[in-house]
T-cell receptor, first 121, second 112 residues
Framework: GAVVSQHPSWVICKSGTSVKIECRSL??????MFWYRQFPKQSLMLMAT?????????EQGVEKDKFLINHASLTLSTLTVTSAHPEDSSFYIC?????????????????FGNGTRLTVT | SQQGEEDPQALSIQEGENATMNCSYK?????LQWYRQNSGRGLVHLIL?????REKHSGRLRVTLDTSKKSSSLLITASRAADTASYFC????????????FGKGTSLLVTP
């Protein structure tokens, strides 16, 4: 159990266009999902926390108008990279924790999608 | 900012050998988690060790935690080529969503 599906797995787009990435929890509900960004041979950097039914919480330095996050249901969060530029090229990974298991200091693991490789030309 | 720092950054061993990776962190924690990432893929949870635990085992994995030194280690015994991956330690962000803050990772290469 605890499968997170992320789509697409890779996408190539032209500068100035927008790209939407979907993250679905297939067999559990997730009130909260997290979006990370990873550069080659580097660690994961938290971009934002996606909250079902409310606005996302963005980390410092992440442009909320550029990286639009929508969490319309308990099983789906989307990340839209707007007006993409080559410097947005990266590996984007979503993750989720089962609803009801995050209390007490996050004493449960995150479940990750397989990531989306975005290349902006 | 990165909470955890793993060392070594890269480790190359032969099948059958043991691999040890270390992680240091900066703030107090409720738990520390280890994840594995195969190249170009998402992360897979390996082990969660709580702050009141000192050692935990799962199959060929052994994790230790020393809260006085703010450090943890991951030992993979009898390594296999399929263990080749990057390994990250993670602690919980001090935000309401309990996101994870990942270390820089150790890249492990196991050669046949």
């Amino acid at each position: 159990g605890a499968v997170v599906s992320q789509h697409p797995s890779w996408v190539i787009c032209k500068s100035g266009t927008s790209v939407k990435i979907e993250c679905r929890s297939l067999d559990f509900q997730a009130t909260t999902m997290f979006w990370y960004r990873q550069f080659p041979k580097q660690s994961l950097m938290l971009m934002a926390t996606s909250n079902e039914g409310s606005k996302a919480t963005y980390e410092q330095g992440v442009e909320k108008d550029k990286f639009l996050i929508n969490h319309a249901s308990l099983t789906l969060s989307t990340l839209t990279v707007t007006s993409a530029h080559p410097e947005d090229s990266s590996f984007y990974i979503c993750s989720a924790r089962r609803t009801g298991t995050g209390g007490g200091g996050g004493n449960s693991p995150l479940h990750f999608g397989n990531g989306t490789r975005l290349t902006v030309t | 900012s990165q909470q955890g720092e793993e060392d070594p950054q890269a480790l190359s061993i032969q099948e059958g050998e043991n691999a040890t990776m270390n992680c240091s962190y900066k703030t107090s924690i409720n738990n520390l988690q280890w994840y594995r990432q195969n190249s170009g893929r998402g992360l897979v949870h390996l082990i969660l060790i709580r702050s009141n635990e000192r050692e935990k085992h799962s199959g060929r994995l052994r994790v230790t935690l020393d809260t006085s030194k703010k450090s943890s280690s991951l030992l993979i015994t009898a390594s296999r080529a399929a263990d080749t991956a990057s390994y990250f330690c993670a602690t919980v962000y001090s935000n309401s969503g309990y996101a994870l803050n990942f270390g820089k990772g150790t890249s492990l290469l196991v050669t046949p």
